[in-house]
């Protein structure tokens, strides 16, 4: 199956700054979405990114299908920031769900 | 409100005392799924349904069981729930028949069986 890794692993900042996080995926894809997981556990979905750019707020993400790679950008961070960031991709157009990376766990310090 | 709600938010049960999740979503979508996450093994996809009265397995269906009887609805059922269940679950749902469109995900239960 596809593979989907994240980096880095874990993040910590002060509150303000930027950060990049990144995924690679080692296939095509047909779906390629970005979360952030609460302290509370809770999913929240941040951008639904197949290719191209996008940008809510202080938050945008860039995917390059062609190179398999995906980016999400945080600027002028703040605590409640914190948390886990999850890129997640479904491949070949299957109803089989999504896979997710093992996150990139951000703590964002005041 | 646009919205996955899944119920109950947290439970404590104990071995082999059946009990259900229910899932509901206000979106009229026909793709549903059931994911559960652990500690380094990361989310992973139980079962899913692609439209009423139709359901697959996903990677770790082993010890439950769903149904799809209604297009909003989609309990996930532990018939004789064990302590490798305990988890966070995780229901989805999307306008396709399949996962390439976005999808959406309910807040959560967790789940621990003694």
């Known amino acids: 199956g596809i593979q989907v890794e994240q980096s880095p692993p874990d993040l910590i900042l002060q509150e303000g700054a930027n950060s990049t996080l990144r995924c690679n995926f080692s296939?095509?894809?047909?779906?390629l979405q970005w979360f952030h997981q609460n302290p509370w556990g809770q999913l929240i979905n941040l951008f639904y990114?197949?290719?191209g750019t996008k940008q809510n707020g202080r938050l945008s993400a860039t995917t390059v299908a062609t190179e398999r790679y995906s980016l999400l950008y945080i600027s002028s961070s703040q605590t409640t920031d914190s948390g886990v960031y999850f890129c997640?991709?479904?491949?070949?157009?299957?109803?089989?769900?999504?896979?997710f990376g093992k996150g990139t766990h951000l703590i964002i310090q005041p | 409100e646009a919205q996955v709600t899944q119920n109950p938010r947290y439970l404590i049960t104990v071995t082999g005392k059946k009990l259900t999740v229910t899932c509901s979503q206000n979106?009229?979508?026909?793709?549903m799924s059931w994911y559960r996450q652990d500690p380094g093994l990361g989310l992973r996809q139980i079962y899913y349904?692609?439209?009423?009265?139709?359901?697959d397995k996903g990677d770790v269906p082993e010890g439950y069981k769903v149904s799809r009887k209604e297009k909003r609805n989609f309990p996930l059922i532990l018939e004789s729930p064990s302590p490798n269940q305990t988890s966070l679950y995780f229901c989805?749902?999307?306008?396709?028949?399949?996962?390439?469109?976005?999808?959406?995900f309910g807040p959560g239960t967790r789940l621990t069986v003694t």
């Open positions: 989805a749902s999307s306008r396709s028949r399949d996962a390439t469109y976005e999808q959406y």
């Open positions: 296939d095509s894809v047909n779906n």
């Open positions: 990114i197949p290719s």
């Open positions: 997640a991709v479904n491949s070949g157009g299957g109803a089989d769900g999504l896979t």
């Open positions: 979106m009229n979508h026909e793709y």
């Open positions: 349904s692609m439209n009423v009265e139709v359901t």
